[in-house]
Structure formats: structure tokens, C-alpha cells
């Protein structure tokens, strides 16, 4: 069964801090895999977006990477800010069109100033 | 270009109404899915549409349904309302499937 796992599912960290979130996924073969932020009542944004061929794409202070090998994403933000507080989205888009795109549950990450 | 819109934005229905819902995807984009986002859900995938066809379905009851219109505006119908629709109902648009998806606000529906 296809899935994607992400962790921590809270995280609360000061401003100017870094972090790192990660994604967990059993998508194979898949095409992309995307990073969105989703302010509280507000729809997702994208951040970033890598095909499996990719091992790192970077989005100012948002930095993804893959590692095709371990099935693992991760997000790094660096000097957070107080707007960085918000939740991760990790989204997984199989090869087949026929599949449906697999989301995260998120991380809901809250910076503390 | 102009972003993702949804209407309405706020709706509040009682239970066993129905509601329809609509999403007008940015110029250009033809694939239009939905999604349902509750906060012990997360995300939930509705369906897809694709050039007026729906291309995949999530795992709803029927009384969830949808639409796409040639112009790429897409429509999703709820019947029979119940307490547990309640939900933030979010559209999104991409140019093609399986391309990066941008969403619209949404629209927020309180079912009592």
C-alpha cells in the first residue's frame, strides 16, 4: 500500500532557529515529490518540487532533499521566522496517472519568537 | 494571472441538504481535484478531473460528486449533508495531471 509518513507531527522551535522535518514514503516508482506550506485556513502552497532523478532543490531559506535509496525527504528551513509557523505537507505523485497522488499527514511546525 | 478561486468561501448547511461547490482553475489549467481537509484527517483526496473526465476518485461515499465544464471549471456536489462534512473543501489546478498542483482558499463548510 502506497504511503507517506511524515514526522515529527508537532514541532515548536525559536525563531532564528533551524529544522528539519521528515517524509517517509512506500510510493514506487513515483514521479515527484513535492514539499507544500499550508498557513492555518489558507489552501497549500508548493515549495519545492523534485523528480526522482533529484537529490536536493532549494527555495530561499527551504531546502529539500532526496534520497531515492532509503525512500526518506527531508525539509530544512534555516533561520526561521515567525511567518515560517505553519504546517509541511510531503506529497508523493506515483509514476502511473492511474494513482492518486499520496499526502502526508504534515507537521505542524510553530516558532516561538 | 490570476490564482485558484473557490466560492463560496463560508457556507453553513443542516443536515440532509445538499450544497454544490465551485473551484475556477488559474488560465490554462486543465486539471482540476479535490480535496477534503479536516483536522483528524489531514488531506483527503476527492477526485480528479482531466478535460471534463474524471481521472480518479478517492474513497467517498456517493453522495459526493463532481464535474468539469469545457472551460475547465469544475463543480463538487454533496447530498444528503451530514455533521462529519463539516470540512474545509479545497480545489486545485495544475496545467496537467501528476504536474505541481496550486490551490485556491478554499471553501469552509459547517454542517449543523
Known amino acids: 500500500k502506497n504511503q507517506v509518513e511524515q514526522s515529527p507531527q508537532s514541532l515548536i522551535i525559536l525563531e532564528g532557529k533551524n529544522c528539519t522535518l521528515q517524509?517517509?514514503?512506500?510510493?514506487?516508482?513515483?514521479?515527484?515529490l513535492r514539499w507544500y506550506k499550508q498557513d492555518t485556513g489558507r489552501g497549500p502552497v508548493s515549495l519545492t518540487i523534485?523528480?526522482?532523478?533529484?537529490n536536493t532543490k532549494s527555495n530561499g531559506r527551504y531546502t529539500a532533499t532526496l534520497d531515492a535509496d532509503t525512500k526518506q525527504s527531508s525539509l530544512h528551513i534555516t533561520a526561521s521566522q515567525l511567518s515560517d509557523s505553519a504546517s509541511y505537507i510531503c506529497?508523493?505523485?506515483?509514476?502511473?496517472?492511474?494513482?492518486?497522488?499520496?499526502f502526508g499527514s504534515g507537521t505542524r511546525l510553530s516558532i516561538r519568537p | 494571472k490570476a490564482g485558484v478561486t473557490q466560492t463560496p468561501r463560508y457556507l453553513i448547511k443542516t443536515r440532509g441538504q445538499q450544497v454544490t461547490l465551485s473551484c475556477s482553475p488559474i488560465?490554462?489549467?486543465?486539471?482540476v481535484s479535490w480535496y477534503q481537509q479536516t483536522p483528524g484527517q489531514g488531506l483527503q483526496f476527492l477526485f480528479e478531473?482531466?478535460?471534463?473526465?474524471?481521472?480518479n476518485k478517492g474513497n467517498f461515499p456517493g453522495r459526493f460528486s463532481g464535474r468539469q465544464f469545457s472551460n475547465s471549471r469544475s463543480e463538487m456536489n454533496v447530498s444528503t449533508l451530514e455533521l462529519g462534512d463539516s470540512a474545509l473543501y479545497l480545489c486545485?489546478?495544475?496545467?496537467?495531471?501528476?504536474?505541481?498542483?496550486?490551490f485556491g482558499p478554499g471553501t469552509r463548510l459547517l454542517v449543523l
Open positions: 486545485a489546478s495544475s496545467r496537467q495531471i501528476q504536474e505541481t498542483q496550486y
Open positions: 517524509c517517509n514514503y512506500t510510493v514506487s516508482p513515483f514521479s515527484n
Open positions: 523534485m523528480t526522482f532523478s533529484e
Open positions: 506529497v508523493v505523485s506515483p509514476v502511473s496517472s492511474a494513482s492518486k497522488i499520496i
Open positions: 488560465s490554462g489549467h486543465r486539471s
Open positions: 478531473y482531466f478535460s471534463e473526465t474524471q481521472r
